[in-house]
């Protein structure tokens, strides 16, 4: 009897304690949804950012990165984050001409010379305004992530741009891509990433525009002969947050991850660069792809052909935006 009544004791003097502890808080989730390899620029920043975070805000806010398209493509990311499934992605710029007319000048052909002219523009009192341009749907950008310049692959080579007349290339999802293919009475045809190798395996598409790291991480240079030099567009992305989400975050801990995702950013810029060089070389090295250098006559035949795509996309974008892009080209 007297043990019954010890463990009744017990059991209640448990309940009671159980009741009276503070309970503890699991912590906040931000998925990071991306679409290309973790050895990418895009990948390993994310990876960056997640390791920042358990560092400096372990049991407060864990990151858990999905790449590969594993949770959502870059056309059905920022929908998801309005319904609250992803809280963090960092689609190309190309990609949000759906929420903003504006971003769309990040896809003008050869507006910028080089990623000096980009980081000039970006960090600009217009360019930072730009990350604000997609408020008014519910988003915010926090920042911009390079990957780099733009080249041109093919089944064929490309010197001049007569040379991808009736050919079919892949393209983002950007009405001006397709006005730059349009141009040089090329096919832009709107693929998801995810398919481009075996598009270009199947030759259902005959060519592609993306960046060194791109071509190289996704082995779209064991399936394209020829690679043409051609720097003549930018791939950046954006890294974007729900509004709901980035408010509903404690002060203290929304300064902590900001700064924590600026390191990552600035981590992955510097990654961008070195990959760039170092992924053209290891292409080179393959013998897998021709690498076609343009001389400046045939640079000048590009740029002319493409140029009038900057006036088609004036009244959307902004003349004032386009000049100032412009001119951070110094």
């Excluded at 950012?49 to 560092?55: A, M």
């Excluded at 992530?145 to 010197?159: A, E, I, T, V, Y």
């Excluded at 001389?295 to 996309?313: G, H, I, L, S, Y």
């Amino acid at each position: 009897m007297y043990r019954k009544i010890c463990l009744s004791f017990a059991a209640v003097a448990l309940s009671t304690a159980l009741l009276a502890a503070p309970a503890f808080s699991k912590p906040t989730v931000i998925k990071f949804s991306h679409v290309v390899a973790e050895n990418t620029p895009k990948g390993q920043m994310a990876n960056k950012f997640r390791d920042l975070v358990k560092e400096r805000l372990a049991g407060k806010v864990e990151v858990e990165v999905y790449p590969n398209s594993q949770l959502f493509g870059d056309n059905k990311v920022l929908e998801a984050m309005l319904l609250g499934d992803v809280q963090m992605a960092a689609p190309a710029l190309s990609k949000y001409s759906r929420y903003t007319k504006k971003l769309q000048l990040f896809d003008l052909p050869f507006l910028f010379a080089d990623m000096a002219s980009v980081d000039r523009f970006q960090q600009s009192d217009k360019g930072k305004a730009l990350l604000n341009s997609i408020s008014e749907k519910g988003l915010i950008g926090l920042g911009y992530l390079h990957n780099g310049m733009k080249q041109l692959s093919s089944s064929k080579p490309l010197k001049v741009p007569a040379d991808a007349k009736g050919l079919k290339f892949r393209i983002m999802s950007s009405d001006v891509l397709a006005a730059q293919f349009k141009a040089v009475h090329a096919t832009p045809l709107k693929k998801p990433f995810s398919e481009v190798f075996t598009l270009l395996q199947t030759k259902a598409i005959d060519g592609q525009e993306n960046t060194w790291s791109n071509i190289y991480s996704k082995k779209f240079f064991e399936v394209q002969p020829f690679i043409t030099e051609s720097n003549h567009g930018l791939l950046d992305y954006m890294v974007v947050t729900s509004i709901e989400f980035w408010d509903g975050l404690p002060q203290d801990v929304r300064l902590e991850v900001k700064k924590a995702l600026d390191e990552a950013i600035a981590f992955g810029n510097k990654v961008a660069a070195e990959k760039s060089l170092a992924d053209k070389q290891k292409i080179i090295d393959s013998k897998r792809s021709e690498i076609i250098s343009l001389n400046a006559d045939e640079r000048t035949q590009w740029v002319e052909v493409m140029k009038p795509v900057w006036k088609e996309f004036e009244g959307e974008v902004g003349k004032d935006l386009i000049e100032a892009a412009y001119n951070s080209n110094q």
